[in-house]
Nanobody, 123 residues
């Protein structure tokens, strides 16, 4: 499985962005997570979704502002980010587990990683 994250950019505080994570290869029947890493900080969990979309998780810091979704027919997972804040500035990565379920909130549980897309929230 190869993952390609896209959709990052520069946005003003309060603005929105939608990130996409496109998978190549066979059917993308895996749990997928989004992580982010700010400069000088550790990679942190943002959100995750199971293959069926029935199980969804968010970090407390983004709950109510970010929405994860997926279109399995397009092998794509999305992260809609609204009400963005400067503290959301980071490189955002998508990652996939080895199975259908959500692998959890730790990066070590994810087997496949995309290259990352920069999100900068600044006026």
């Amino acid at each position: 499985v190869q993952l390609q994250a896209s959709g990052g950019g520069l946005v003003q505080p309060g603005g929105s962005l939608r990130l996409s994570c496109a998978a190549s290869g066979r059917t993308f029947s895996k749990g997928v997570g989004w992580f982010r890493q700010a400069l000088g900080k550790e990679r942190e969990f943002v959100s995750a979704i199971s293959w069926t979309g029935e199980a969804i998780y968010y970090a407390d810091s983004v709950k109510g502002r970010f929405t994860i979704s997926r279109e399995n027919a397009k092998n794509t997972v999305y992260l809609q980010m609204n009400s963005l804040k400067p503290k959301d500035t980071a490189v955002y990565y998508c990652a996939a587990g080895s199975g259908y379920v959500v692998p959890g909130t730790s990066p070590v549980n994810y087997a496949y990683w995309g290259q990352g897309t920069q999100v900068t929230v600044s006026s």
